[in-house]
Protein backbone atom coordinates (compact mmCIF):
# COMPACT_ATOMS: atom_id res chain seq x y z
CA UNK A 1 0.00 0.00 0.00
CA UNK A 2 1.45 2.96 -0.98
CA UNK A 3 0.67 7.14 0.01
CA UNK A 4 -1.30 8.74 -2.41
CA UNK A 5 -0.82 12.72 -0.84
CA UNK A 6 1.97 13.67 1.14
CA UNK A 7 2.36 14.31 4.78
CA UNK A 8 5.16 15.60 6.54
CA UNK A 9 5.92 13.13 10.02
CA UNK A 10 8.48 14.56 11.77
CA UNK A 11 11.31 15.45 9.68
CA UNK A 12 10.31 13.39 7.10
CA UNK A 13 7.91 13.70 4.55
CA UNK A 14 6.36 10.94 2.80
CA UNK A 15 5.40 10.98 -0.63
CA UNK A 16 3.91 8.98 -3.30
CA UNK A 17 4.61 5.98 -3.29
CA UNK A 18 5.83 5.67 -0.17
CA UNK A 19 5.30 3.00 2.02
CA UNK A 20 3.14 3.52 4.35
CA UNK A 21 4.21 3.21 8.19
CA UNK A 22 3.90 2.23 11.49
CA UNK A 23 3.20 4.70 14.18
CA UNK A 24 4.01 3.64 17.91
CA UNK A 25 2.71 5.80 20.64
CA UNK A 26 4.45 6.53 24.32
CA UNK A 27 7.23 6.20 22.38
CA UNK A 28 9.71 7.13 24.81
CA UNK A 29 8.37 4.74 27.52
CA UNK A 30 10.22 2.05 28.27
CA UNK A 31 8.07 -0.13 26.40
CA UNK A 32 7.80 2.32 23.29
CA UNK A 33 11.88 2.46 23.06
CA UNK A 34 12.28 -1.52 23.17
CA UNK A 35 9.27 -1.66 20.60
CA UNK A 36 11.34 0.66 18.19
CA UNK A 37 14.72 -1.47 18.18
CA UNK A 38 12.46 -4.54 18.04
CA UNK A 39 10.86 -3.34 14.96
CA UNK A 40 14.44 -2.32 13.91
CA UNK A 41 16.32 -5.27 14.58
CA UNK A 42 13.59 -7.01 12.69
CA UNK A 43 14.01 -5.61 9.52
CA UNK A 44 11.98 -2.26 9.52
CA UNK A 45 12.85 0.39 7.88
CA UNK A 46 13.65 3.40 10.10
CA UNK A 47 11.65 5.61 7.66
CA UNK A 48 8.99 3.42 7.80
CA UNK A 49 8.43 4.08 11.74
CA UNK A 50 6.98 6.64 13.18
CA UNK A 51 7.78 7.53 17.08
CA UNK A 52 4.78 9.17 18.52
CA UNK A 53 5.45 11.12 21.84
CA UNK A 54 4.81 14.32 23.82
CA UNK A 55 8.00 15.93 23.45
CA UNK A 56 9.77 15.36 20.10
CA UNK A 57 13.01 16.14 21.51
CA UNK A 58 13.34 13.76 23.56
CA UNK A 59 12.69 10.97 20.82
CA UNK A 60 15.88 12.19 18.65
CA UNK A 61 18.07 8.93 19.80
CA UNK A 62 15.25 7.11 18.83
CA UNK A 63 16.84 6.75 15.09
CA UNK A 64 13.32 7.02 13.64
CA UNK A 65 10.87 9.96 12.61
CA UNK A 66 8.81 11.42 15.40
CA UNK A 67 5.24 12.62 15.64
CA UNK A 68 3.77 14.72 18.78
CA UNK A 69 1.36 13.30 20.18
CA UNK A 70 -0.48 14.60 22.98
CA UNK A 71 -3.73 12.83 23.99
CA UNK A 72 -5.72 15.66 25.30
CA UNK A 73 -4.62 17.27 21.70
CA UNK A 74 -6.62 15.58 19.04
CA UNK A 75 -5.23 17.50 16.20
CA UNK A 76 -1.48 16.77 17.09
CA UNK A 77 -2.95 12.78 16.72
CA UNK A 78 -4.93 13.33 13.80
CA UNK A 79 -1.12 14.81 12.32
CA UNK A 80 0.76 12.24 13.39
CA UNK A 81 -1.34 9.62 11.78
CA UNK A 82 -1.22 10.69 7.60
CA UNK A 83 -0.08 8.57 5.87
CA UNK A 84 0.33 6.08 8.67
CA UNK A 85 -1.02 2.13 8.19
CA UNK A 86 -0.57 0.53 11.26
CA UNK A 87 -0.52 1.65 15.08
CA UNK A 88 0.57 0.64 18.38
CA UNK A 89 -1.61 1.74 21.26
CA UNK A 90 0.57 1.40 24.67
CA UNK A 91 -0.87 2.14 27.41
CA UNK A 92 -1.08 4.99 29.15
CA UNK A 93 0.41 5.51 33.01
CA UNK A 94 -1.99 7.63 34.23
CA UNK A 95 -4.33 5.55 35.92
CA UNK A 96 -7.57 6.99 35.79
CA UNK A 97 -7.49 9.15 33.17
CA UNK A 98 -6.28 6.21 30.47
CA UNK A 99 -10.45 5.51 29.03
CA UNK A 100 -10.65 9.09 27.31
CA UNK A 101 -6.25 9.09 26.75
CA UNK A 102 -7.07 6.28 24.51
CA UNK A 103 -10.53 6.85 23.46
CA UNK A 104 -8.46 9.78 21.48
CA UNK A 105 -6.15 7.31 19.80
CA UNK A 106 -9.46 5.51 18.60
CA UNK A 107 -11.31 8.25 17.31
CA UNK A 108 -8.05 9.46 15.32
CA UNK A 109 -7.24 5.76 14.03
CA UNK A 110 -10.84 5.28 13.13
CA UNK A 111 -10.75 8.70 10.76
CA UNK A 112 -7.43 7.78 9.57
CA UNK A 113 -8.63 4.33 8.05
CA UNK A 114 -5.44 2.46 9.41
CA UNK A 115 -5.38 -0.93 8.47
CA UNK A 116 -4.18 -2.34 11.93
CA UNK A 117 -4.66 -0.89 15.46
CA UNK A 118 -2.50 -3.08 18.05
CA UNK A 119 -3.26 -2.59 21.90
CA UNK A 120 -1.72 -3.61 24.87
CA UNK A 121 -3.70 -4.61 27.37
CA UNK A 122 -4.33 -6.57 30.43
CA UNK A 123 -4.83 -10.24 31.15
CA UNK A 124 -8.22 -11.43 30.61
CA UNK A 125 -8.98 -7.86 31.08
CA UNK A 126 -12.91 -8.18 30.15
CA UNK A 127 -13.32 -10.75 32.56
CA UNK A 128 -10.47 -10.17 35.25
CA UNK A 129 -10.98 -8.75 38.67
CA UNK A 130 -7.31 -6.65 38.51
CA UNK A 131 -8.01 -3.90 40.29
CA UNK A 132 -5.88 -2.43 36.54
CA UNK A 133 -8.39 -4.23 34.21
CA UNK A 134 -11.71 -2.02 34.22
CA UNK A 135 -9.57 1.02 31.84
CA UNK A 136 -8.18 -1.84 29.75
CA UNK A 137 -11.78 -3.57 29.61
CA UNK A 138 -12.98 -0.34 28.55
CA UNK A 139 -10.64 0.58 25.64
CA UNK A 140 -10.96 -3.13 24.32
CA UNK A 141 -14.52 -2.73 24.05
CA UNK A 142 -14.09 1.12 22.46
CA UNK A 143 -12.26 -0.19 20.11
CA UNK A 144 -14.62 -2.97 19.14
CA UNK A 145 -17.28 -0.37 18.79
CA UNK A 146 -15.21 1.04 17.03
CA UNK A 147 -14.81 -1.67 13.90
CA UNK A 148 -10.99 -1.14 13.91
CA UNK A 149 -9.11 -3.91 12.44
CA UNK A 150 -7.78 -4.67 15.94
CA UNK A 151 -4.65 -6.60 17.53
CA UNK A 152 -5.21 -7.01 21.53
CA UNK A 153 -2.35 -7.82 23.19
CA UNK A 154 -2.97 -8.88 26.93
CA UNK A 155 0.53 -8.49 28.61
CA UNK A 156 1.26 -9.85 31.64
CA UNK A 157 3.41 -8.60 34.44
CA UNK A 158 6.97 -7.08 33.41
CA UNK A 159 9.93 -8.46 35.04
CA UNK A 160 11.06 -5.49 35.44
CA UNK A 161 8.28 -4.04 37.55
CA UNK A 162 9.65 -5.74 40.78
CA UNK A 163 13.62 -3.96 40.20
CA UNK A 164 12.18 -2.19 43.89
CA UNK A 165 11.59 -5.79 45.72
CA UNK A 166 15.03 -6.76 44.01
CA UNK A 167 16.94 -3.13 46.12
CA UNK A 168 14.75 -4.03 48.80
CA UNK A 169 15.75 -7.67 49.17
CA UNK A 170 19.52 -6.87 49.01
CA UNK A 171 19.02 -4.54 51.36
CA UNK A 172 17.33 -6.53 54.06
CA UNK A 173 16.68 -9.68 53.00
CA UNK A 174 13.18 -9.59 52.83
CA UNK A 175 10.55 -9.49 49.99
CA UNK A 176 7.18 -9.08 51.67
CA UNK A 177 3.98 -8.92 49.77
CA UNK A 178 0.01 -9.81 49.91
CA UNK A 179 0.72 -12.14 47.39
CA UNK A 180 0.05 -15.05 49.31
CA UNK A 181 0.37 -18.07 46.80
CA UNK A 182 -0.31 -16.57 43.88
CA UNK A 183 1.79 -17.25 40.57
CA UNK A 184 2.65 -14.85 38.42
CA UNK A 185 4.18 -15.80 34.63
CA UNK A 186 6.45 -12.44 34.18
CA UNK A 187 8.60 -12.19 31.12
CA UNK A 188 10.92 -9.52 30.51
CA UNK A 189 9.57 -6.01 28.87
CA UNK A 190 11.94 -6.87 25.71
CA UNK A 191 9.75 -9.85 25.49
CA UNK A 192 6.76 -8.43 24.95
CA UNK A 193 8.07 -5.78 22.88
CA UNK A 194 9.48 -8.05 20.66
CA UNK A 195 5.88 -9.60 20.75
CA UNK A 196 4.09 -6.45 19.59
CA UNK A 197 6.97 -5.97 16.95
CA UNK A 198 5.93 -9.04 15.13
CA UNK A 199 2.31 -8.32 15.55
CA UNK A 200 3.20 -5.24 13.82
CA UNK A 201 5.43 -6.34 10.57
CA UNK A 202 3.85 -9.95 10.16
CA UNK A 203 0.41 -10.10 7.55
CA UNK A 204 -2.64 -11.43 9.37
CA UNK A 205 -3.25 -11.27 13.13
CA UNK A 206 -6.67 -9.20 12.61
CA UNK A 207 -8.68 -10.10 15.30
CA UNK A 208 -6.43 -11.98 17.94
CA UNK A 209 -6.09 -11.32 21.34
CA UNK A 210 -3.47 -12.61 22.64
CA UNK A 211 -3.00 -13.51 26.09
CA UNK A 212 0.70 -13.05 26.75
CA UNK A 213 3.18 -14.25 29.66
CA UNK A 214 6.16 -15.96 30.24
CA UNK A 215 6.86 -19.57 29.82
CA UNK A 216 6.66 -19.67 33.65
CA UNK A 217 4.54 -19.02 36.67
CA UNK A 218 6.24 -18.59 39.79
CA UNK A 219 5.27 -17.61 43.23
CA UNK A 220 6.44 -15.22 45.84
CA UNK A 221 8.13 -17.84 47.27
CA UNK A 222 10.52 -18.61 44.35
CA UNK A 223 10.63 -14.94 43.61
CA UNK A 224 12.41 -14.10 46.96
CA UNK A 225 14.57 -17.29 45.84
CA UNK A 226 15.76 -15.80 42.65
CA UNK A 227 16.83 -12.16 43.92
CA UNK A 228 18.62 -13.87 46.57
CA UNK A 229 20.40 -15.67 44.03
CA UNK A 230 21.04 -12.41 41.98
CA UNK A 231 21.81 -10.34 44.83
CA UNK A 232 23.89 -13.09 46.57
CA UNK A 233 22.05 -13.43 50.13
CA UNK A 234 19.15 -15.91 51.40
CA UNK A 235 16.20 -13.49 50.71
CA UNK A 236 12.71 -14.72 52.61
CA UNK A 237 9.34 -13.83 51.43
CA UNK A 238 7.16 -12.72 54.39
CA UNK A 239 3.08 -13.10 53.57
CA UNK A 240 1.52 -10.91 55.00
CA UNK A 241 -2.55 -10.64 55.24
CA UNK A 242 -4.55 -7.14 53.83
CA UNK A 243 -4.37 -5.21 57.00
CA UNK A 244 -0.66 -5.92 57.73
CA UNK A 245 0.44 -4.74 54.15
CA UNK A 246 -1.98 -2.09 54.60
CA UNK A 247 -0.02 -1.21 58.02
CA UNK A 248 3.23 -1.71 56.70
CA UNK A 249 2.57 0.63 53.48
CA UNK A 250 0.94 3.41 55.47
CA UNK A 251 4.18 3.21 57.90
CA UNK A 252 6.25 3.14 54.76
CA UNK A 253 4.61 6.82 54.00
CA UNK A 254 2.74 5.81 51.16
CA UNK A 255 -0.84 7.77 51.27
CA UNK A 256 -3.96 6.03 51.36
CA UNK A 257 -4.98 5.66 47.53
CA UNK A 258 -1.46 4.51 46.75
CA UNK A 259 -1.55 1.86 49.67
CA UNK A 260 -5.12 0.76 48.78
CA UNK A 261 -4.04 0.28 45.43
CA UNK A 262 -1.40 -2.06 46.03
CA UNK A 263 -2.78 -3.83 48.34
CA UNK A 264 -5.48 -4.64 45.51
CA UNK A 265 -2.83 -5.87 43.00
CA UNK A 266 -1.39 -8.08 45.55
CA UNK A 267 -4.86 -9.57 46.07
CA UNK A 268 -5.56 -10.08 42.32
CA UNK A 269 -2.11 -11.77 42.43
CA UNK A 270 -3.07 -13.97 45.42
CA UNK A 271 -6.77 -14.79 43.36
CA UNK A 272 -4.74 -15.80 39.96
CA UNK A 273 -4.79 -13.28 37.95
CA UNK A 274 -1.89 -13.23 36.75
CA UNK A 275 -1.25 -17.07 36.88
CA UNK A 276 -1.81 -18.42 33.47
CA UNK A 277 1.05 -18.91 30.98
CA UNK A 278 0.16 -21.00 27.75
CA UNK A 279 2.83 -20.42 25.51
CA UNK A 280 1.43 -17.80 23.36
CA UNK A 281 4.62 -15.06 23.45
CA UNK A 282 7.27 -17.80 23.00
CA UNK A 283 5.73 -18.99 20.29
CA UNK A 284 5.23 -15.37 19.10
CA UNK A 285 8.31 -14.36 19.75
CA UNK A 286 10.29 -17.74 18.34
CA UNK A 287 11.68 -18.61 21.34
CA UNK A 288 11.62 -18.99 25.10
CA UNK A 289 10.62 -16.26 27.08
CA UNK A 290 13.80 -14.90 29.60
CA UNK A 291 13.59 -16.78 32.60
CA UNK A 292 13.02 -15.20 35.73
CA UNK A 293 16.46 -15.10 37.18
CA UNK A 294 17.76 -13.79 33.79
CA UNK A 295 15.40 -10.68 33.82
CA UNK A 296 16.30 -10.10 37.69
CA UNK A 297 19.98 -10.30 37.06
CA UNK A 298 20.00 -7.66 34.02
CA UNK A 299 17.90 -5.13 36.06
CA UNK A 300 20.57 -5.36 39.41
Do not use: C
Not at 140 to 149: D, F, K, Q
Not at 199 to 214: A, C, K, N, R
Not at 257 to 269: E, Q, Y
Amino acid sequence: MSVSVRAVVGHVTYGKDTPMTILVTGATGQLGRLVIASLLERGADPQSIVAGVRDVAKAQDLGVPTARVDYADPASIAAALEGVDSVLLISGSEVGQRIAQHQAVIDAAKAAGVSKFVYTSAPKATTSDLVLAPEHKATEEAIVASGLPAVILRNNWYTENYAADLARGAETGVLASGAGDGRVASASRKDFAEAAAVVLLDDGHIGEVYELGGDVAWTYDELATAIGEVVGREVEHHALTAEEQLAALRAAGLDEGTAGFVVALDAGIAGGALADTDGTLSRLIGRPTTPLVEGLRAIA
